[in-house]
């Protein structure tokens, strides 16, 4: 695991960081660490293309968005169930991944609240511990953030392989950018 370092976002919202009503998991300003935003990618970069999700964070990092302390980034892996502590006291929770959804490989899906948690009755993924199944347990300890969100990407191959295909790899920019756009919504309601 590991999160940002990176700069204050500039033109963020006020934030309660800034008005000291805390971050949410404290009543201190943000003195606990924790991001009121986590994005959280999931899969095993060792079945090919379900390792998008981690893909897609390492792009969003190297291109350095200055969200600050607002936003923790995450590769949880294959790691599913033993992610919930990662949750307590988030406001919002983007989820990076691989989803079969049953279009054309490289398709770019964003799903949201409700039709995030539908899409769990079939496999969508190639790991345990899908986004649906992490909100579901979520819910039963409380602990759901408000916002979620998943930016998935559909694979062409899932099984035993380092790299991606073309198609997913074609897709990673269109996916990195729809989950910037979607953090930055989520900055604009979640920190305030």
Same mark, same amino acid.
């Given at each position: 695991?590991?999160?940002?370092?990176?700069?204050?976002?500039?033109?963020?919202?006020?934030?309660?960081?800034?008005?000291?009503?805390?971050?949410?998991?404290?009543?201190?300003?943000?003195?606990?660490?924790?991001?009121?935003?986590?994005?959280?990618?999931?899969?095993?970069?060792?079945?090919?293309?379900?390792?998008?999700?981690?893909?897609?964070?390492?792009?969003?990092?190297?291109?350095?968005?200055?969200?600050?302390?607002?936003?923790?980034?995450?590769?949880?892996?294959?790691?599913?169930?033993?992610?919930?502590?990662?949750?307590?006291?988030?406001? #919002?929770?983007?989820? %990076?991944? !691989?989803?079969? @959804?049953?279009? *054309?490989?490289?398709?770019?899906?964003? &799903?949201? =609240?409700? +039709?995030?948690?539908?899409?769990?009755?079939?496999?969508?993924?190639?790991?345990?511990?899908? #986004?649906?199944?992490? %909100?579901? !347990?979520?819910? @039963?300890?409380? *602990?759901?953030?408000?916002?979620?969100? &998943?930016? =998935?990407? +559909?694979?062409?191959?899932?099984?035993?392989?380092?790299?991606?295909?073309?198609?997913?790899?074609?897709?990673?920019? %269109?996916? !990195?950018?729809?989950?910037?756009?979607?953090?930055?919504?989520?900055?604009?309601?979640?920190?305030?």
């Amino acid at each position: 695991m590991w999160t940002s370092g990176l700069a204050e976002f500039p033109g963020a919202p006020v934030s309660e960081l800034e008005t000291g009503r805390g971050c949410g998991r404290c009543s201190l300003p943000c003195a606990c660490g924790t991001a009121p935003v986590l994005l959280l990618a999931l899969g095993n970069p060792l079945m090919a293309d379900d390792g998008a999700g981690q893909e897609i964070l390492a792009r969003i990092a190297s291109e350095g968005p200055a969200w600050g302390e607002h936003v923790e980034f995450v590769d949880g892996g294959t790691q599913g169930l033993a992610l919930l502590g990662s949750f307590e006291k988030r406001k #919002a929770v983007v989820f %990076l991944d !691989a989803v079969r @959804l049953g279009d *054309e490989a490289g398709a770019v899906h964003l &799903l949201r =609240g409700e +039709e995030l948690l539908r899409m769990g009755g079939r496999a969508t993924t190639a790991h345990e511990g899908s #986004a649906p199944d992490i %909100l579901r !347990a979520l819910e @039963l300890l409380g *602990e759901r953030p408000t916002e979620v969100a &998943l930016i =998935g990407i +559909e694979p062409e191959n899932i099984r035993t392989e380092i790299g991606l295909s073309r198609a997913v790899q074609d897709s990673i920019g %269109l996916a !990195a950018g729809l989950a910037r756009m979607t953090v930055n919504r989520l900055l604009s309601q979640a920190v305030r």
